[in-house]
């Protein structure tokens, strides 16, 4: 059906006569335009509702369902502790990929925390850390994930938990590639947050499946430990602030997925941290065609009481999806 066609049949609908009131030309053409395909997919992180999960208001269940019929997304990345003691139950493993099946959402990634650092420098706790890992590298495979979201952390200097690393994550890729499975690197905490560290670390694994996933917000190194609740966290230091545009430009080689990270919008829709414009058009010229996750923090933030004028999960997830659509639109 060609724009004119269309046009015509939605005033017919409307039980108007184009002649006589002049709608043919008072209706814009882009309304009845076939939307532009873009360079990649939006998925939506779990993470964006974080507020509403630790409350017991949604269940992991019933996350799919929500993203497609309240969002229109129809592509999801978990996190792991929203469910981390269902990874190895095969019933609930079961009814999940049957909701989504049903729903016809994909389940792109699974975000793994809380399983030990695989850049732990004591032998014993990063074989472990890696050993915890694989249950989710399993329930990944049978929910038809590409991959799983890692996190290289652990005690000592950067170059000791960057050697330790190299070791632990490269034994977690190796049973990642058996089931070929993705296990990509978030920069998140500690050393992580130093894309170039980041990136050496993970060209030291000769492996399609390593890679990583570049975060717009997570440039911050802090003062360790990382702090687990909003009062810590405000009491922590800033030790270095990497360039955004620039880790993302270096990581980008290595990207299996990217996570657009939002807090507060401005009066015009734009994110008032990073400028997505500039951000996606680095994304667009290394090539990806993959997946870019929202995840709006906005109100977990607002949840733990911190400072800053946040919108509502519902608010902050439609305003990221409506910036990638309009930028991702206008690149493609």
């Known amino acids: 059906m060609n724009t004119h066609t269309s046009r015509r049949r939605f005033i017919e609908k409307l039980g108007l006569s184009a002649a006589g009131l002049g709608l043919a030309a008072a209706i814009p053409e882009e ?35 929500m993203a497609k019929n ?19 139950d095969q019933a609930y493993l079961k ?31 990063r074989k472990q850390a890696v050993e915890n890992h694989y249950k989710w590298i399993d329930a990944a495979k049978f929910l038809g994930c590409h991959s799983i979201r890692v996190n290289i952390n652990g005690k000592g200097t950067d170059d ?19 089931n070929k499975m993705g296990v990509i690197i978030e920069n998140h905490f500690g050393p992580s947050t130093n894309p170039d560290w980041l990136v050496k670390l993970v060209k030291q694994i000769k492996s399609p499946y390593a890679g990583v996933l570049p975060d717009f917000g997570n440039f911050t190194r802090r003062t360790e430990p990382e702090a687990q609740t909003m009062e810590a966290f405000m009491k922590t230091q800033v030790i270095k602030e990497y ?14 997925g990217v996570s657009a990270k939002t807090h507060v919008f401005d009066d015009k829709g734009k994110d008032t941290e990073t400028d997505f414009n500039r951000m996606l058009k680095i994304i667009k010229d290394a090539g990806f065609k993959g997946f870019i996750g ?21 608010e902050g997830i439609m305003a990221t999806k409506r910036l990638l659509e309009k930028v991702g639109g206008q690149l493609s």
């Not at 000791?160 to 058996?178: N, T």
């Not at 360039?243 to 299996?256: C, F, H, N, S």
């Open 95 to 125: 009814e999940l990929k049957m909701r989504t099946d049903d729903l016809g959402v994909r389940n792109v990634l699974i975000m793994v925390d809380s399983e030990g650092d695989l850049g732990d420098t004591d032998d014993a706790k």
């Open 243 to 256: 360039d955004k545009y620039d880790g993302v430009t270096k990581m980008m080689p290595y990207a299996k």
């Open 160 to 178: 000791e938990i960057a050697k330790a690393g190299v070791d632990g994550y490269g034994r977690l890729v190796e049973y990642g590639a058996k």
């Open 70 to 88: 309240d969002f229109g997304i129809s592509n999801v990345e978990y996190v792991s502790m929203f469910w981390k003691d269902k990874a190895t």
């Open 294 to 314: 929202i995840e709006y923090e906005g109100g977990f933030m607002k949840m733990m009481g911190a400072p800053g004028n946040y919108l509502t999960e519902y």
């Open 31 to 65: 309304l009845f335009a076939t939307p532009k395909k873009m360079f990649f997919d939006i998925s939506l992180a779990q993470f964006s509702l974080a507020g509403s999960l630790f409350a017991g208001k949604l269940s992991n269940l019933d996350f799919p369902a």
